[in-house]
Structure formats: C-alpha cells, structure tokens
C-alpha cells in the first residue's frame, strides 16, 4: 500500500522561508518520480514542482522558478521543497504526488499515480 505524507506546512510571514518533505512508503521511490502541486481556495490544483529518480531533472512553474527548489534523498525515501522568498499569493494546500514509474509528463496531474494528503502553507502579508 501506498502512502505518501507530507509535513513542515505552516504560517510564515512574507519574505520567509518554510521546507517541506514528502515521504514515501510501499513503492520501489528509486523508480519513481514526485512532484508537488499546490491548491488555493476556490482555485485549481496547479502545479509546482517536479523531480524525476535520480534527481538530475528538475521542472517548476514559472510562479516559483527561483524561489523554490527540489530535492530527493532516495536513501530516506523522501523529497524535499524549500520555498524561500514566500509570498502571499504562495498560500494553498501543499500536495506532493508520485509517478510510479518515473516516465510521465511531469507538469500534468494526470501522470500521478499516488497522491498525499496535503499540508497547507499560508504567507501573511
């Protein structure tokens, strides 16, 4: 079985800084790709960011290319999304997502297999 959890959501104020980590459980993770995807009250869920197996490719929404970064440590069955430079409109439920198989286009929600259950990240202003 599946499980994926993600945890450091929180409150932070606007310039501030938060990392947050996926972790993964009952799937070969070397294999896999993870992304994280983000979503805002009464908005879409839109994507964030992406990392494919051994970490070399790494994909982000323009809104955050920059800011944020991606990061895996197979070892630990983890990924990781350090989000500096936050800013309001970064508020949103945090979900990270894996596919499977690592193979999938990677800014689409259809490519995931397994889905978190979220950890929600808001920036006062």
């Known amino acids: 079985q599946v499980q994926l959890v993600e945890s450091g959501g929180g409150l932070v104020q606007a310039g501030g800084s938060l990392r947050l980590s996926c972790a993964a459980s009952?799937?070969?993770?070397?294999?896999?790709?993870v992304g994280w995807f983000r979503q805002a009250p009464g908005k879409e869920r839109e994507f964030v960011a992406a990392?494919?197996?051994?970490?070399?490719?790494?994909y982000y929404a323009d809104s955050v290319k920059g800011r944020f970064t991606i990061s895996r440590d197979n070892a630990k069955n983890t990924v990781y999304l350090q989000m500096n430079s936050l800013k309001p409109e970064d508020t949103a439920v945090y979900y990270c997502?894996?596919?499977?198989?690592?193979?999938?286009?990677?800014?689409?929600?259809?490519?995931?297999?397994?889905w978190g259950q979220g950890t929600q990240v808001t920036v006062s202003s």
């Open positions: 009952g799937l070969t993770f070397s294999r896999a790709a």
């Open positions: 997502a894996v596919d499977q198989d690592g193979w999938g286009v990677l800014t689409t929600r259809d490519s995931y297999d397994y």
């Open positions: 990392i494919r197996r051994t970490g070399d490719n790494t």
